[in-house]
């Protein structure tokens, strides 16, 4: 049976670092709306600690704000559920909209945070955020680091993280026109189930040719940005012939007791290349 001994309320970052640090020893955790962790505590994947850090009587937190710099701030404690109530996020980000409503049954949406839904970096809302450009907002106990969350992808497989995440911040662009935008996400089955593969793409088709491309997929293996292919899908005139490949090679998938890694390869590649032919077809141009 799961016993928890202390669960702390800081209502400041200072407050909550100071927390963290000093509790290392008997063990300590932050716990935004606890349902991945609950998963991991029950499978015995994860100790339950003596010390519950529970970030939600922090302002900065718990709403979205849009700064002056045109941008748009999730605090990394803003339930799911939140986000797809929220007009600002509905209207310049469809996509991050899109992989929230796809994320578990709205039980669970109304508990889950998008910070928590980032940190365990296999959350549906990755691709989406990749694809939006998205930058990550930590506190590391004296400053403020702003990192896009592409590098941190990268990066954080490698260092273990000494950081609060704080939020997260998408540029408004009024002048970024994409005349095309895509979310998927495949699981096992229709609803409510864990993703195979989530993908997220847009762009704009201009005077025959693919314009300001963004690809991204994770799901059930690291996300990632699929610059290379984007870079292709830039040089070709409407020509989807070696995208398939270019996608393969990109994805650094791993199999699972479900499906192979070569599986997930294809089936991305599947997914993206009919998303970009029905975009074409819909300019007048087929697949070549
Ligand atoms: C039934 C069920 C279905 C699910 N379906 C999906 C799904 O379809 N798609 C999907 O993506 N996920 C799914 N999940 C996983 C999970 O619920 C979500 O990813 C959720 O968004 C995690 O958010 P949370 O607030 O509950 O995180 P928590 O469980 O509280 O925390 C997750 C991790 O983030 C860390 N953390 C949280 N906030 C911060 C912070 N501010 N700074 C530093 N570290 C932090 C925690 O220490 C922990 O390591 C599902 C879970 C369940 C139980």
Redesign the pocket.
């Known amino acids: 049976m799961l016993s928890v001994q202390k669960v702390w309320k800081p209502s400041n970052l200072n407050e909550a670092w100071e927390l963290i640090t000093s509790s290392k020893k008997e063990g300590v955790?932050?716990?935004?709306?606890?349902?991945?962790?609950?998963?991991?505590w029950e499978a015995s994947l994860l100790p339950l600690t003596t010390n519950l850090v529970s970030?939600e009587n922090i302002k900065e937190?718990t709403s979205i704000t849009e700064s002056k710099e045109n941008e748009l701030m999730i605090g990394?404690?803003v339930?799911?559920a939140d986000c797809l109530e929220d007009k600002r996020l509905k209207r310049y980000t469809p996509l991050l909209i899109k992989a929230c409503r796809?994320?578990?049954?709205p039980s669970?949406r109304n508990?889950?945070?998008?910070?928590?839904?980032i940190?365990?970096k296999?959350?549906?809302?990755i691709p989406a955020l990749l694809v939006e450009r998205a930058k990550l907002v930590w506190f590391n106990g004296v400053e403020i680091e702003i990192q896009s969350i592409e590098s941190w992808l990268i990066v954080s497989s490698i260092k273990q993280?000494v950081?609060?995440?704080?939020g997260v911040k998408i540029e408004i662009d009024e002048k970024d026109q994409v005349n095309f935008a895509f979310f998927k996400?495949i699981?096992r089955r229709e609803t409510?189930?864990?993703?195979l593969v989530t993908i997220a793409g847009k762009g704009s088709i201009r005077e025959g040719r693919f314009e300001n491309v963004r690809l991204a997929a994770g799901g059930s293996f690291s996300p990632l940005r699929l610059s290379d292919t984007e870079l292709e899908l830039g040089n070709q005139q409407m020509n989807l012939s070696s995208i398939h490949d270019q996608i393969i090679s990109e994805i650094q998938a791993n199999a699972d007791p479900y499906a192979s890694a070569d599986y997930k390869k294809i089936i991305t590649a599947n997914i993206i290349l009919s998303e970009l032919d029905q975009i074409m077809k819909h300019t007048g141009k087929g697949v070549s």
């Not at 796809?102 to 049954?105: G, T, V």
């Open positions: 955790c932050i716990v935004a709306g606890g349902t991945w962790l609950r998963t991991q970030l937190m990394s404690q339930t799911l796809k994320i578990a049954a669970i508990q889950a945070t998008i910070g928590g839904n940190y365990t296999a959350g549906d809302t993280e950081r609060l995440l704080v996400k699981g409510f189930t864990a993703s």
